[in-house]
Nanobody, 124 residues
Framework: QVQLVESGGGLVQAGGSLRLSCAAS????????MGWFRQAPGKEREFVAT????????TYADAVKGRFTISRDNVKNTLYLQMNSLKPEDTAIYYC?????????????????WGQGTQVTVSS
């Protein structure tokens, strides 16, 4: 059974930083692409960042480019999202997801396993 467990969310002031983690189990972590998505109240889930199986390729949403960094540790089976210069509009529940393939993926349909999410709240 595949499990993805996010942690690291919380309340932070605008301009601050947080690092999210996603611990994976139940499948060969290093064989699959991974991604971060977020969902704000009243909005659809949106793509944040994705990374391929070995970390050699990453893609970011324009809204977070230059502020967020996605990375992975295939020994620890853990995905990370370093978030700097946070803005109130970054407030959302953040979800990690495991892709169906080894590459990057920008659409939710490219992922077949999801975590339960972690809340990130940025105050102004």
């Amino acid at each position: 059974q595949v499990q993805l467990v996010e942690s690291g969310g919380g309340l932070v002031q605008a301009g601050g930083s947080l690092r999210l983690s996603c611990a994976a189990s139940g499948r060969t972590f290093s064989s699959y692409g991974m991604g971060w998505f977020r969902q704000a109240p009243g909005k659809e889930r949106e793509f944040v960042a994705t990374i391929n199986w070995n970390g050699g390729r990453t893609t970011y949403a324009d809204a977070v480019k230059g502020r967020f960094t996605i990375s992975r540790d295939n020994v620890k089976n853990t995905l990370y999202l370093q978030m700097n210069s946070l803005k109130p509009e970054d407030t959302a529940i953040y979800y990690c997801a495991s892709a169906a393939g080894y590459g990057v993926g920008l659409a939710p349909g490219e992922y077949n396993y999801w975590g339960q999410g972690t809340q990130v709240t940025v105050s102004s």
